[in-house]
């Protein structure tokens, strides 16, 4: 767009690469590790956006930016990244703007134009009346500080557009940023997912239904820097394919926001049910299928190198699910059991299944194992050594080694 400017005249068409900054916080932090850290995260970023032809990213003095090579395509390209980007742990916010001159002068041009733009493009309830700038200067030895920038690229958007200057609530807010030899403009700012960058924590294994908790609880391991691994119990044929066909539908929208870095193991439990349901008392049964999902679990944990497993409990959500029962059934693994939705309510959970994209198919309906055979009465303060013995008969050991033999699917 051109336009009069009363201080700088007419403003030439001048190009200007579509370009977005992500900036991290927590990373920031980490002291002699920032390096390792930063590295991994611009790895993810690069992995996020590899269908986006010709798209650049790189790391710049505590920001990285990505910029886009295709002209005739760069919109789409900004809207693909962006959208990319906001499944990426370790972001805590995204700039959507151009890549502009960095001389003084030049600078303001450009901050005139993108604002003149964004003014044009805005329309109806979103119209453009009041505005201030935000200046951030990774660049130490440019000319004016920070403040001195601010107060006057506001000059001349008033010069040039006559909208007035707002600190406080702007309608519009003008991010600039000073890095090494180059300078950004922003007029859009997303949050991101916030965390870390996923395997920056080492790896660890989920017990995954096709329910609401797990997939959170994973969600939630991978927003600390894990990579999650799955595993799923089922009881088919006896059930339906149901779960197991939803489960790989959760795996697969968890794994757009882990970089597709885990694995799903499918292990089948029918057999071992049916021992428990003729051996075993009936008020003890979800428990001892359980106690026999951890053994399983930790064994596939071990021998891939993770470092623990990974649940979606809750405490008193279900009757297997009290303190004293999740005690009893935790007992029989060495490894740490992580609990991320500990304290969660099923509302809060459902609503941040929603968020990250899983609960369309949490809902729909389905026969998990533990369904199979369940018990009108359930233990609900049981013991580990009343357990201990209601499996004496069956001897654990054994089918956990007869279970793991089947091989598990993984996708």
């Known amino acids: 767009m051109l336009m009069l400017c009363a201080k700088y005249g007419k403003i030439e ?210 927003r600390r820097g894990c990579i999650v691994d799955f595993v799923h119990f089922h009881s088919y044929p006896y059930t339906s394919d149901a779960s197991l066909r939803n489960v790989e539908e959760i795996v697969g929208v968890l794994q757009r926001w882990q970089q597709a870095c885990g694995e799903l193991y499918s292990i089948p439990l029918i057999e071992y049910q049916k021992q428990v349901m003729m051996h075993a008392p009936s008020a003890l049964r979800v428990l001892l299928y359980r106690r026999m999902m951890f053994r399983i679990a930790e064994q596939i944990a071990k021998r891939r190198g993770m470092g623990a497993l990974v649940t979606g409990e809750s405490v008193g959500q279900v009757a297997s699910q009290t303190i004293p029962n999740i005690a009893a059934v935790e007992a029989v693994v060495d490894l740490p059991v992580l609990r991320p939705l500990i304290g969660e309510d099923k509302q809060d959970i459902i609503a941040q299944a929603e968020r990250i994209g899983t609960a369309e198919y949490s809902a729909r309906p389905y026969d998990d194992c533990c369904s199979l055979f369940t018990p009108e009465h359930p233990a609900t303060r049981a013991r580990s050594e009343e357990l201990d013995a209601a499996e004496a008969p069956l001897d654990a050991k054994e089918w956990v080694t007869r279970l793991l033999a089947v091989p598990p699917a993984a996708s």
């Not at 068409?13 to 992500?22: E, G, N, S």
């Not at 690069?46 to 090579?69: F, H, L, P």
């Open 13 to 222: 068409t001048i190009d200007m690469t579509p370009a977005i900054i992500a900036h991290y916080h927590e990373i920031a932090l980490k002291g002699r590790n920032r390096e390792m850290f930063e590295r991994q995260l611009v790895e993810n970023i690069r992995w996020a956006v590899r269908d986006v032809g010709g798209a650049r990213v790189q790391r710049m003095s505590g920001r990285i930016a990505i910029r886009t090579a295709n002209a005739q395509t760069q919109q789409t390209d900004l809207v693909q990244i962006t959208d990319a980007l906001t499944r990426v742990f370790g972001i805590a916010n995204i700039l959507i703007g151009h890549e502009v001159r960095q001389e003084y002068a030049a600078l303001a041009e450009d901050v005139v134009r993108v604002m003149t733009e964004t003014i044009a493009a805005s329309q109806g309830s979103t119209a453009i009346t009041s505005f201030c700038v935000r200046v951030k200067r990774g660049n130490k030895q440019y000319p004016k500080n920070s403040m001195e920038l601010e107060r006057e690229l506001g000059a001349a958007i008033v010069d040039a557009t006559g909208l007035a200057v707002n600190l406080g609530h702007p309608d519009c807010t003008v991010y600039v940023e000073i890095v090494e030899r180059t300078a950004f403009v922003f007029t859009r700012k997303l949050l991101g997912p916030g965390g870390l960058p996923v395997g920056v924590s080492g790896r660890v294994l989920c017990l995954i239904s096709s329910g609401f908790d797990s997939p959170v609880a994973a969600w939630k391991l991978m």
